[in-house]
């Protein structure tokens, strides 16, 4: 994706809470990657974009590691901020 597409008008990066999201194994070759994002407030109840994607499950097993350590860093933050 280009950073033209990325961005907003103001500069800053355009993201889209996932609402739903699944993964399965297609003939014993790749990993689907199926995502449901909302764009706007009024769809955040069942999004209104999706994306699939495959990945080698060698990407898919990557991919699982880095969204494991990004989901224990911000665990870990919301408990250091909770003992505060």
Do not use: W
Not at 5 to 14: F, I, R, S, T, W
């Amino acid at each position: 994706m280009s950073d033209e597409k990325a961005k907003d008008a103001g500069g800053n990066v355009v993201v889209y809470p996932t609402v739903s999201c699944g993964a399965e194994a297609v003939q014993g070759t790749v990993v689907i990657l199926d995502l449901f994002m909302a764009t706007s407030p009024e769809h955040l109840k069942s999004g209104d974009r999706r994306v699939v994607t495959a990945l080698h499950p060698e990407q898919a097993l990557h991919l699982a590691q880095q969204l494991q350590a990004a989901a224990e860093t911000v665990l870990k933050a919301r408990k250091d901020r909770v003992a505060s």
